[in-house]
């Protein structure tokens, strides 16, 4: 069973990875950066002896994350030689950036932008991000001629509303315009709370229901954290909308798969 304290680790990594010339570590560095107390509570939540034997089980619980992700381990860890070796440099830099700046409400657009962008390694179709502040739809009537573009009769964006919820809309390549589905993304720059993810959830679902060609039902709705996200931490209930986090933006083994059965 996976915990946060899997994903502190993880993060710890990717941040000396990157701040290291070459790019490699070893788990003894990691004690000299003060890290110890990271390895510690490791050690007792896979209740083994040493650090060692928690790093190998925290990589190996990671592994298994990506590979459900689609996705390789953005790093290489050699229990021989405590020694992790950078991989996907480009992702590492990516999750010490969203650390960087997590929870830092004045660094929401930055968050959304940086995921939009780091959207289309996974993504085919067109990536539009339409959140508030925007560059140059700044004016309600030109976002919601923008989303007429995009299948919209109705307007959004009606009284106070900033954006409608909508932060970021992934076109799917499939059909054509108003017929066409998206994926509506909704970025949250801090970490997982079940009150924000329930309140943002409802206004996005809201502004679908103004499009033209589609009921809001046949699009998806996610709400993307500056966070992670494993099966333990979900519960039980069926979900409204999908989780995302930041290891959902790792890069694919293979952007298109086909399996015919």
């Given at each position: 069973m996976m915990s946060r304290g899997v994903f502190e680790f993880f993060e710890v990594v990717a941040e000396e990875l990157v701040n290291t010339s070459p790019q490699y570590i070893t788990s003894r560095s990691l004690s000299a950066q003060g890290q110890s107390s990271i390895l510690d509570d490791l050690q007792k939540h896979?209740?083994?002896?040493?650090?060692?034997?928690?790093?190998?089980?925290?990589?190996?619980?990671?592994?298994?994350?990506?590979?459900?992700?689609?996705?390789?381990?953005?790093?290489?860890?050699?229990?021989?030689?405590?020694?992790?070796?950078?991989?996907?440099?480009?992702?590492?830099?990516?999750?010490?950036?969203?650390?960087?700046?997590?929870?830092?409400?004045?660094?929401?657009?930055?968050?959304?932008?940086?995921?939009?962008?780091?959207?289309?390694?996974?993504?085919?179709?067109?990536?539009?991000?339409?959140?508030?502040?925007?560059?140059?739809?700044?004016?309600?009537v030109d976002f919601n001629a923008h989303l007429r573009t995009l299948g919209f009769?109705?307007?959004?964006?009606?009284?106070?509303?900033?954006?409608?919820?909508?932060?970021?809309?992934?076109?799917?390549?499939?059909?054509?315009?108003?017929?066409?589905?998206?994926?509506?993304?909704?970025?949250?720059?801090?970490?997982?709370?079940?009150?924000?993810?329930?309140?943002?959830?409802?206004?996005?679902?809201?502004?679908?229901?103004q499009h033209s060609g589609l009921q809001a039902i046949v699009h998806i709705p996610c709400i993307f954290f500056n966070d992670y996200f494993w099966p333990e931490r979900l519960g039980l209930k069926q979900l409204q909308f999908v989780p995302l986090g930041l290891t959902d933006l790792a890069s694919m083994l293979d952007l298109v798969t086909v399996d015919l059965i």
């Open positions: 896979f209740a083994v002896n040493t650090h060692a034997d928690a790093i190998t089980s925290a990589v190996a619980e990671l592994e298994k994350h990506f590979k459900g992700k689609d996705a390789a381990l953005p790093f290489d860890y050699d229990p021989m030689t405590a020694r992790f070796i950078a991989r996907d440099n480009d992702f590492l830099m990516f999750i010490k950036s969203m650390k960087g700046i997590r929870s830092i409400g004045k660094q929401s657009r930055v968050f959304e932008c940086s995921v939009a962008t780091r959207l289309k390694n996974r993504a085919t179709g067109a990536i539009h991000r339409v959140g508030h502040p925007r560059d140059t739809k700044k004016r309600k009769k109705k307007a959004v964006l009606l009284g106070q509303e900033k954006d409608g919820g909508l932060d970021i809309i992934w076109q799917l390549p499939l059909g054509s315009v108003p017929h066409r589905p998206f994926i509506s993304m909704q970025c949250k720059n801090g970490k997982f709370e079940w009150g924000v993810a329930d309140a943002s959830s409802g206004s996005g679902i809201r502004s679908l229901s």
